[in-house]
């Protein structure tokens, strides 16, 4: 859960109020046996089977370098889980400025999937 300030201007009635956040999405203290989880990622764990089909924007690249280094991962990549083994399909311009940061993990959001779902990304 997290905590935050928020400030309204002097001429508002003051009002309190919760805020509660989950870093899956999720409600917290729900649950949940489905949908997409946030994981921090071993680089070399995350399969890119794309990733011979392009070739990166190299200046996209240098500005996530410089972005990561003062604040960090902003949004995380989709990774898709089949049967215990990680395949990224985007992020590929973040999954870059890692590797090229020497990081060796990253932020994903993973979601489960079949060999089916695996095999529609990989048309």
Known sequence: MANFVVQLPNNLPLRSFTVSSSSNGSTPGVPQSVGPVILELPLDKIRRPL?????????KVKELMD???EIGLQVPIDVLEVDGVYYGFS????????????LPTIRCKVRRGTKETLR???R
């Open 51 to 59: 990733m011979r089909t392009r070739s990166n924007d190299q200046q």
């Open 67 to 69: 972005s990561i280094k």
């Open 91 to 102: 992020g590929c311009h973040r999954y870059e400025a890692h590797q090229q940061l020497g």
């Open 120 to 122: 529609h990304h990989l």
